[in-house]
């Protein structure tokens, strides 16, 4: 075994045996400290080892540390004796390329240290002539850490790779130059366009297949905020680094085109800066042709309930003129033929004149019920003074009936209202107050009725006992139900409010003349 107590000599290669003059091959020895403590604290694992006894002559810190052993441990042993060596070939091959090149570089090796664990070095040796002779310097770098967290970058890629490969909705996704790195079976499937023919390109290549020629899709717009971009699609919402779209593609299957439901997401990195972004296409022709059949049969629907509601009205309105006009008039004849009799009858015939004062009695009845009959159906004083005066003459009889206080505020023009809308926000204000009556146990109702541009509005607010949420939304309430049907007719919008001991609000926007469904 080669003589171990000059090392430091061997790691420097320097002799110090003249200040200012070098050996051959050593350095000057004002620097022997200075090499000797760069290799004392270098953070690699650094040692000095016989290239042909292989026994190991110094060894750094970081090499103690790296090994779990201590340098008294190390010193004149070999490598192999204490088991460093997971892979033999991995030796041979190094000491090979020492013979040959003298030097290695840059290799990846398993070694492992004092507790049996294998680590990944980053292993680099080099022949280096001392005044001992050649001894190999061989540095050593753990890359464990990096190598286990590469591992699991890969396996993230590849378990997301797997996933956007599987997806049902065609994606593809896009690297900050815009080229394409991913492209999926659903994708291939929809464009007609395989993966390799795709993965690679950029310069909106992936449009093509949609639209016959190159341009922005919706995985190009992530956060970007283009008026002209968003014009070119049906519907459009941008929340953050996610945009949502519904285009038609005129290209897609063979030029008979598709509706399509986009969405789109930048890929950000852990700094949050955006290297790439990814977008998921469904077809949803299908589903468009049916939302769109069922929004032409809501408003086909809508306009026989229109119609509906008008023929009803119609038939209220005839019905009540005839009560008033016909019956109410009948009923003033007798009225008056009545009164004459009475006083043409001698005051001594008192059974007769009690015959004609009961006959009296119930002409009165009768006009009063036929008046309360012929105003619920169809108020005279909403189609001779409008809205308005309807309803406040309506409020003041619900006053006069219940003994609830009221309020009512009118602003705007009141009077420039359609025939439609009156009718619609009289009946719900009607429904509104009943409502009260029965269950609110409200001490007072607040009205207000406001024009505001092209809208009327309606409020109606009690401080009873307040309705709740399931009430609300209870579609076997009649009232309710009827409210939002007439809402919907004209093409308004109701909000029913209420908490427990805090009252009811009912809110409705109409528009002031109600424009005809095509």
């Not at 000491?95 to 570089?105: A, K």
């Not at 591992?151 to 080229?179: C, K, M, Q």
């Not at 299957?253 to 990195?269: H, N, P, V």
Request: glycine fraction near 8%; proline fraction near 2%.
């Amino acid at each position: 075994m080669k003589d171990t107590s000059k090392t430091t000599e061997g790691m420097s290669a320097a002799n110090g045996k003249t200040q200012g003059k070098r050996d051959n091959g050593g350095y000057a020895p004002e620097f022997r400290d200075l090499y000797h403590s760069f290799f004392e604290f270098a953070p690699e694992a650094m040692g000095v080892t016989d290239p042909e006894t292989g026994l190991i002559l110094d060894v750094n810190k970081a090499f103690e540390a790296w090994s779990g052993y201590t340098r008294e441990e190390l010193l004149g042993k070999s490598t192999v004796e204490l088991g460093f060596w997971v892979h033999e070939e991995d030796r041979r091959a190094i000491i090979q390329r020492l013979c040959e090149t003298e030097y290695v570089e840059g290799i990846e090796l398993d070694w492992k240290n004092a507790k049996g664990d294998v680590k990944r070095l980053l292993f680099s040796a080099r022949l280096i002539d001392t005044p001992r002779g050649k001894l190999v310097l061989s540095i050593g770098k753990d890359i464990t850490e990096r190598k286990n967290m590469e591992r699991v970058l890969r396996e993230s890629e590849r378990r997301l790779s797997d996933i956007i490969e599987f997806l049902p909705d065609a994606t593809f996704v896009i690297d900050r130059e815009g080229i394409v790195i991913a492209w999926n079976r659903a994708m291939e499937e929809m464009s007609g366009v395989s993966k390799k023919d795709m993965i690679g390109k950029s310069d909106h290549v992936y449009a093509i297949p949609f639209y016959g020629r190159r341009r922005k899709l919706l995985i190009d717009m992530v956060g970007e905020v283009d008026e002209n971009d968003d014009s070119k699609y049906i519907y459009v919402k941008r929340n953050g680094h996610t945009i949502y779209a519904e285009a038609f593609t005129e290209a897609l299957y063979g030029g008979k085109g598709a509706c399509l439901w986009g969405t789109a997401a930048a890929l950000l990195d852990e700094h949050g800066n955006r290297v790439g972004a990814i977008e998921s296409i469904r077809d949803i022709t299908e589903h468009s042709m049916a939302e769109e059949k069922l929004r032409s049969s809501y408003e086909e629907l809508r306009r026989l309930s229109a119609h509906i509601e008008e023929v009803r009205e119609n038939e209220r309105a005839a019905i009540s003129r005839e009560l008033h006009d016909v019956l109410g008039q009948i009923l003033a004849v007798i009225n008056m033929d009545l009164r004459w009799l009475n006083k043409k009858i001698p005051a001594h015939e008192k059974e007769l004149l009690g015959k004609v004062a009961a006959a009296l009695t119930l002409v009165k009845q009768a006009t009063r019920t036929i008046q309360k009959v012929s105003s619920g159906l169809r108020p005279v004083v909403l189609d001779d003074f409008g809205l308005a005066a309807a309803v406040d003459h309506a409020l003041k009889e619900f006053r006069d009936q219940t003994g609830i206080t009221t309020s009512l505020i009118i602003s705007g023009l009141v009077t420039d209202v359609g025939k439609d809308t009156s009718i619609a926000l009289y009946r719900i204000f009607q429904e509104a107050l009943t409502n009260v009556m029965r269950h609110s146990g409200a001490t007072r109702v607040e009205v207000s009725l406001q024009v505001e541009g092209d809208d009327i509005q309606l409020m109606v607010r009690d401080n009873g006992r307040g309705i709740s949420k399931q009430q609300i939304s209870d579609w076997n309430s009649l009232g309710i139900l009827g409210m939002r049907e007439r809402v919907s007719f004209i093409g308004g919008r109701i909000d029913i409010t209420g908490s427990s001991g805090a009252g009811t609000c009912i809110t409705v926007d109409l528009p002031l003349k109600r424009t005809e469904a095509k």
